[in-house]
């Protein structure tokens, strides 16, 4: 209706993994709560076969080319933009979040294993006044590490994240939050 502005989830996969099957997940509980949803196809196809996230600002362009297309076109609310995801494409969410904070309403990260060398080490502030909630298993080896050192300087401040960790569980998709999830970017 272009009378009002929709909220936007931007779900991003593992490169290897098709983004339609990220949508049939989040698609019913988008559909509930009114949002736009948007995939971007960013590992295989149209950019040459990438198989992992790169950290490098290039790649950003994946997610803010797709986001400033859906804005000319659609009627979204630029204040409630989230960014969601799965595997390496929680890896790209987190980056992407912590390197354009204005850009996003706030980042969902479901089973991350960032890179502490090339990843928030000298931008980790930027997640001052972006919310994060990060999904993880206990079994996902230094992704867990990795998470603990991010999260270390975010509690200490006070930072608008929150963390939940699935014991005796590893890297997977969390069907159980996504109402949760859902729940938590209405109130931002």
């Given amino acids: 209706h272009h009378g009002r502005a929709y909220p936007v989830l931007i779900a991003m ?19 509930r ?5 948007i995939a ?8 040459g076969g990438v198989t992992e996230w790169g950290y490098n600002g290039a790649e950003h362009e994946y997610v803010t080319a797709v986001l400033r297309d859906a804005i000319r076109h659609f009627c979204i609310d630029n ?6 995801g799965l595997g390496d494409g929680a890896n790209m969410a987190m980056d992407i979040g912590a390197s354009h904070p204005d850009l996003f309403a706030g980042v969902v ?18 997640a001052q006044k972006l919310p994060f909630y990060v999904v993880t298993g206990e079994m996902t ?18 930072f ?8 005796g569980r590893g890297t997977e998709w969390y069907s ?13």
């Fill in 13 to 31: 996969t593992d490169a290897k993994t098709d983004p339609k099957n990220l949508l049939a997940l989040v698609g019913m509980e988008a559909d």
């Fill in 33 to 37: 709560h009114g949002y736009i949803l």
């Fill in 40 to 47: 971007p196809d960013w590992g295989g196809g149209q950019f």
């Fill in 79 to 84: 204040d409630r933009v989230f960014m969601l």
């Fill in 109 to 126: 990260a479901m089973g991350p294993n960032p890179k502490w060398i090339n990843m928030f080490e000298t931008y980790w502030q930027n």
């Fill in 141 to 158: 080896g230094q992704g867990m590490a990795n998470l603990r050192r991010i999260y270390e300087p975010w509690m200490r401040y006070g």
């Fill in 160 to 167: 608008a994240s929150l963390m939940v960790v699935y014991k």
């Fill in 176 to 188: 159980a939050e996504a109402p949760i999830m859902f729940d938590w970017m209405g109130r931002k």
